[in-house]
C-alpha cells in the first residue's frame, strides 16, 4: 500500500483513480505478468523519500508569501534519481509522486543510469515577476541542498520551467557547496554545459514515436492529420518538427484556447506568434478558435496530448476521434480511458516512452559534462533518435509477443530492469 496521504483528499468523480493509484496498477499488472516476487513490489509502490519545504519569498510589493515546495525521489536503484521541476498551480505531493515514479519506469525503459524523482512548487509562474522567481527557485534549491547533487539526484526542467531555471537552481548549488558544479542539473544553458538539442529534446522524442507508430501501421508522417493540446517546449518542439517532416498540423491550444485550420497550420509563424504574444496562441490570424475540449475530439490520425495529466478521461475518450494517440504530457489518459481506447482499436502510445527524447539528451548532457567533449547538435539527435527507435521496437515486439498493450509493454521492461536490479542489489541491511 502507498502512504494514504500521497492520494489526493477528494477524487473528481468515484470511478476517478488517481495518478499515483494508476502507476502502481500498471506496476502490479506488470509486476503480474513478469512473475515478480511481490514483496520487491510493494518496495517498488513506495517513494524512497518524500520532501517538503517552505520556501518564503519577499515579493517586488514588500509583502512576505509562504510556499511548499516538494521533491520526491522514488527509486535510485539503476543511478542517480533524475527528474523535472514543475512550476503549475496544480501541484500536489501525490501529483509529485505520481510523476517521480513514472520516471523511474521511463529511465529504465530507455536503458538510462538513473532512477525517478520529480519536484514542483504550486504556482502559476505567470504571476510572479523573473526577480520573485528567482527567489523562489534560488530558496527552494536551498532547502534541497543536502537532497541533491550530480550523484544524487538531478533535477531538470518541466511546466513552468526552463534552462532559466536550471541555470538558477546549479548556480545556487555551486554557490553553497564553494565550486561549479553544473552535473547538479541537465536542461541548463549551453554556456555552463548544457547540451545541443536538448530544448527540442522531448518533442523530437515525440516526432520519432509517432513517426515509428505509424509506419507500422502501413502510414508515414507526411500527410498525417495531427491535432496537439499544449504548445509549450513539447507541444511546439513536437509541431514544429512534424510540420518539417510534411505532416499537417491541424489544431494546436495552450491554457488559454486553442487554434484550428482544416489545411493545416503554419507552424513556424504560430511559434513566432506565441513567442511575441506571452508564449499564447490565442489570437493568431491564420486559424479559427477551438476549445481544449473540441480539440481532443477533432477527426485526425494523431492526437498528442502535450499539456497536463487527466485530460482524455472516460466522459470524453468516446469522442475521441484519432487513430493514435501519443501521451506528451505525463498521464494526460486516465485508466479507465486507457481501457476504453484500447477497446475501440486506438493505440495509446504511452508516456514513459513517448516523451522520453527530453531524460535521453538529459543523459548525453551528463555523459558530455563528464568527459568536457561537447557534440554538435547532428551527434546529440542521432544518439538520441537511436535509443528512442530501438526503445519503440523493443516495446512494440513485446507488446505483440505477450498480446498486451503498448503501455503494459513499456512497463515491463522497464519495471522487469529495476526489479532484477534490486533483486541482484539486494535489500539493505
Ligand atoms: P510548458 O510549461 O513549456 O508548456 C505547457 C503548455 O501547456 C503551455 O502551452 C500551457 O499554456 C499549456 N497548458 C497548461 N495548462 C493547460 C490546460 N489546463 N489546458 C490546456 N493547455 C494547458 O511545459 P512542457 O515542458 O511542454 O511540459 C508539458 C508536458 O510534457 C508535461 O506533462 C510535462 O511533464 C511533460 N514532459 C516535459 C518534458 C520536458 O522536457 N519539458 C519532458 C518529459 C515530459
Redo the contacts with the bound molecule.
Keep these: 500500500m502507498v502512504t494514504t496521504s500521497l492520494r489526493p483528499k477528494e477524487s473528481p468523480s468515484p470511478a476517478y483513480i488517481c495518478p499515483m493509484d494508476r502507476s502502481c496498477t500498471y506496476l502490479q499488472l506488470a509486476g503480474n505478468l513478469l512473475q515478480i516476487d511481490p514483496g520487491l513490489l510493494i518496495i517498488l509502490e513506495q517513494p524512497r523519500k518524500v520532501v517538503t519545504v517552505s520556501i518564503p519569498v519577499k515579493l517586488d510589493s514588500g509583502e512576505v508569501q509562504v510556499l511548499a515546495g516538494h521533491r520526491v525521489q522514488h527509486s535510485n536503484v539503476l543511478g542517480p534519481y533524475k527528474g523535472?521541476t514543475?512550476y503549475?498551480p496544480s501541484v500536489t505531493l501525490q501529483e509529485v509522486s505520481a510523476?517521480a515514479m513514472l520516471m523511474t519506469w521511463k529511465c529504465a525503459l530507455l536503458g538510462i543510469p538513473y532512477g525517478g524523482a520529480k519536484g514542483g512548487i504550486a504556482i502559476d509562474p505567470s504571476h510572479y515577476s523573473v526577480g520573485e522567481l528567482e527567489r523562489i527557485t534560488r530558496r527552494y534549491t536551498t532547502e534541497l541542498i543536502k537532497d541533491i547533487g550530480p550523484a544524487v539526484d538531478i533535477p531538470?526542467?518541466?511546466?513552468?520551467?526552463?534552462s532559466r531555471e536550471m541555470a538558477w537552481m546549479m548556480d545556487t548549488y555551486s554557490m553553497n557547496v564553494g565550486h561549479a558544479v553544473p552535473g547538479v542539473v541537465t536542461?541548463k544553458p549551453l554556456s555552463i554545459g548544457g547540451s545541443k538539442g536538448r530544448e527540442m529534446?522531448?518533442g523530437r522524442g515525440v516526432m520519432i514515436t509517432v513517426r515509428e507508430a505509424l509506419l507500422e501501421q502501413g502510414q508515414t508522417l507526411a500527410g498525417a492529420r495531427v491535432a496537439i493540446?499544449?504548445?509549450?517546449?513539447?507541444?511546439?518542439s513536437a509541431a514544429l518538427l512534424m510540420h518539417e517532416e510534411g505532416a499537417k498540423i491541424l489544431a494546436v491550444?495552450?491554457?488559454?484556447g486553442g487554434l484550428f485550420a482544416p489545411e493545416g497550420l503554419d507552424i513556424p509563424a504560430v511559434k513566432l506568434y506565441a513567442q511575441q504574444n506571452n508564449?499564447?496562441i490565442v489570437g493568431f490570424p491564420g486559424g479559427v478558435a477551438v476549445s481544449?475540449a473540441e480539440l481532443l475530439t477533432l477527426p485526425c490520425d494523431v492526437l498528442i496530448p502535450?499539456?497536463?495529466?487527466d485530460?482524455i478521461t472516460e466522459e470524453n475518450c468516446d469522442r475521441v476521434q484519432a487513430k493514435i494517440v501519443a501521451e506528451?504530457?505525463?498521464?494526460?489518459v486516465t485508466l479507465i480511458a486507457d481501457q476504453m481506447l484500447e477497446a475501440r482499436g486506438i493505440e495509446v502510445l504511452p508516456?514513459i516512452l513517448t516523451?522520453?527524447?527530453?531524460?535521453v539528451v538529459s543523459y548525453l548532457e551528463w555523459v558530455q559534462g563528464q568527459s568536457y567533449v561537447f557534440w554538435d547538435e547532428e551527434r546529440v539527435n542521432r544518439e538520441m533518435e537511436g535509443l528512442m527507435v530501438q526503445a519503440y521496437h523493443r516495446v512494440s515486439e513485446l507488446a505483440k509477443a505477450r498480446e498486451v498493450s503498448l503501455r503494459l509493454a513499456a512497463y515491463m521492461l522497464g519495471v522487469g530492469r529495476v526489479a532484477q536490479a534490486l533483486s541482484d542489489r539486494g535489500l539493505y541491511p
Design positions: 523535472g514543475r503549475h510523476l531538470a526542467p518541466d511546466m513552468g520551467t526552463s536542461g529534446a522531448t493540446q499544449g504548445f509549450g517546449n513539447v507541444g511546439s491550444s495552450d491554457v488559454n508564449r499564447s481544449n502535450a499539456a497536463l495529466e485530460q506528451a504530457a505525463n498521464a494526460p508516456d516523451n522520453a527524447g527530453g531524460v
